[in-house]
C-alpha cells in the first residue's frame, strides 16, 4: 500500500520565479493538505483540497495556488518567488470525513 | 486564537522514559496527534488521541490528555537511541487544518 508521495524530492529556485510541487495521495484518501515547514518551524498549513476544490486557506498570499485532479493528486504552485519562500513543503492526505492526516516526506523548496 | 506551545529540547539516557508535553489554547479542539519527524523527512504518525478521552496506550507510547488545563504529554517508555528525533503536536478542531507546535528535539544519549 503506497503511502503519501511527493516530487521533486528537492529543488532550487531564483527570485522571481515559478514553482510547481506535485502529491499523490495515499491509495484510498480523496483529501489532500499542503503545509510549509521553515527551518526550526513546525508545518503551516497552506490550503486543503477536497472533490478538485480548495476547502479551506490558511494565512498565505494569492502567490500560493493549488489544484487537484480527478485522480485525488495535487499541485502547489508557488508564484513570484522570494528568499523566505525556501521552505520543506510537506502534502497530507487523509480520507474526507476522518481527521487524521498523513505526510508525504516533503519537497525541500531552496530560494536563491 | 489558537496556539500550540513545546519545550524546545529534552535529553535522555538509553532506557530511561521520556515524556514530552504541549500546550494548547483551543478549547475546541477534537484531536490531538503526535507526529515524529527524522533530520531531512517528512511527519510520521505516532498516535492521537480524541478529546473526549484523558489516556490512550500503544506499545511503548503511552498518551495523557488533561482538557481542563489544555495540556497533552507523549510519554515513551524505554527510550531508544532511534527514538531521537523532533516530535510534533498538533491538534485539531474539525476545521481541516491542523496546528502544530514548534516541536521538542528529543535526543537519546547511549
Known amino acids: 500500500d503506497a503511502g503519501v508521495t511527493q516530487s521533486p524530492t528537492h529543488l532550487i529556485k531564483t527570485r522571481g520565479q515559478q514553482v510547481t510541487l506535485r502529491c499523490s495521495p495515499k491509495s484510498g484518501h480523496d483529501t489532500v493538505s499542503w503545509y510549509q515547514q521553515a527551518l526550526g518551524q513546525g508545518p503551516q498549513f ?6 478538485e476544490e480548495e476547502r479551506q486557506r490558511g494565512n498565505f498570499p494569492d502567490r500560493f495556488s493549488g489544484h487537484q485532479f480527478p485522480n485525488y493528486s495535487s ?10 519562500d525556501s521552505a520543506l513543503y510537506l502534502c497530507a492526505s487523509s480520507l474526507t470525513d476522518t481527521d487524521t492526516q498523513y505526510f508525504g516526506p516533503g519537497t525541500r523548496l531552496t530560494v536563491l | 486564537g489558537e496556539d500550540v506551545e513545546q519545550s524546545l529540547f ?27 519527524q527524522e533530520p531531512g523527512a517528512g511527519l510520521q ?13 500503544d506499545q511503548r507510547l503511552t498518551v495523557l490528555l488533561n482538557k481542563k488545563d489544555k495540556h497533552l504529554s507523549l510519554r515513551i517508555a524505554d527510550t531508544q537511541t532511534g527514538d531521537s528525533a523532533i516530535y510534533f503536536c498538533a491538534e485539531t478542531s474539525g476545521t481541516y487544518k491542523y496546528i502544530f507546535g514548534t516541536g521538542t528535539r528529543l535526543k537519546v544519549l547511549a
Do not use: H
Not at chain 1, 497552506?46 to 472533490?51: D, L, V
Not at chain 1, 499541485?75 to 523566505?84: D, I, R, S, T
Open chain 1, 46 to 51: 497552506i490550503f486543503q483540497y477536497y472533490e
Open chain 1, 75 to 84: 499541485e502547489l504552485n508557488v508564484n513570484a518567488l522570494l528568499l523566505g
Open chain 2, 10 to 36: 529534552l535529553s535522555v539516557r538509553e532506557g530511561d522514559s521520556s515524556v514530552i508535553n504541549c500546550t494548547y489554547t483551543d478549547s475546541s479542539s477534537t484531536y490531538l496527534y503526535w507526529y515524529k
Open chain 2, 45 to 57: 504518525l505516532l498516535t492521537y488521541i480524541f478529546s473526549n478521552m484523558d489516556m490512550k496506550q
